[in-house]
């Protein structure tokens, strides 16, 4: 479930607190402290494919569309 759907949920339950107050026990996002969920991309929002190096912190199609404007040529 994403946070998009989780905070649509918050419209059908404002009706229902107690099955509201057992929604968010079980069904809340957790914050994270590692993982591929807390690297993001910073132009798009992709989780996978993080490219952090020379902190860049975007997915790889978002760097084949920047990289000659930050400054990376292409060899081969």
């Known amino acids: ?10 419209k059908q339950l404002k009706s229902k607190p107690a099955v ?9 996002p957790r914050e994270r402290s590692t993982g591929v ?3 993001k991309c910073q ?3 992709k989780f996978g494919s993080h ?3 020379y902190g860049l912190h975007v997915c790889r199609y ?7 404007k930050v400054g990376f040529k292409k060899y081969s």
């Open 43 to 45: 132009r798009c929002g």
């Open 62 to 68: 978002c760097f084949r569309e920047i990289a000659t």
């Open 1 to 10: 479930m994403t946070t998009k759907d989780w905070k649509k949920a918050f």
């Open 20 to 28: 509201m107050k057992k929604y968010i026990k079980h069904n809340a």
């Open 37 to 39: 969920a807390l690297q």
């Open 51 to 53: 490219i952090s190096k």
